[in-house]
């Protein structure tokens, strides 16, 4: 059964930092690129990072860039989101998806490429 689960989310202060992980079962992650989405309460899934299969290309939404770093380490077949100088606005449920293309498509249209989702994992970020 090919799955995605996500891990690390939890609860920080504003400033803090968390490292989400993003870890497959049943298929091998080196051949797709990852996107990171988020959904907020009441508010719609966004995109907020992706990489590619080669980790050759790199996007990230504009209000994370500089604080959230997305990394991968294929032999591991985990995908990470290191997440610095969170704020309250971060607050989300975070997913990991896969896109068996290997490559990044515009944030825009990221959602609409993935193949496979996770479950999700909670970052709350509030003092």
């Known amino acids: 059964q090919l799955q995605l689960v996500e891990s690390g989310g939890g609860l920080v202060q504003p400033g803090g930092s968390l490292r989400l992980s993003c870890t497959a079962s049943?298929?091998?992650?080196?051949?797709?690129?990852i996107g990171w989405f988020r959904q907020a309460p009441g508010k719609e899934r966004e995109a907020v990072s992706c990489?590619?299969?080669?980790?050759?290309?790199?996007y990230y939404k504009d209000s994370v860039k500089g604080r959230f770093t997305i990394s991968r380490d294929n032999a591991d077949n985990t995908v990470y989101l290191q997440m610095n100088s969170l704020k309250p606005e971060d607050t989300a449920v975070y997913y990991c998806?896969?896109?068996?293309?290997?490559?990044?498509?515009?944030?825009?249209?990221?959602?609409?490429?993935?193949?496979?989702w996770g479950k999700g994992t909670l970052v709350s970020v509030s003092s």
């Open positions: 998806a896969a896109d068996d293309k290997g490559r990044c498509s515009s944030l825009a249209i990221l959602a609409f490429e993935m193949d496979y």
């Open positions: 990489i590619s299969n080669d980790a050759g290309t790199t």
């Open positions: 049943g298929f091998t992650l080196g051949y797709y690129a």
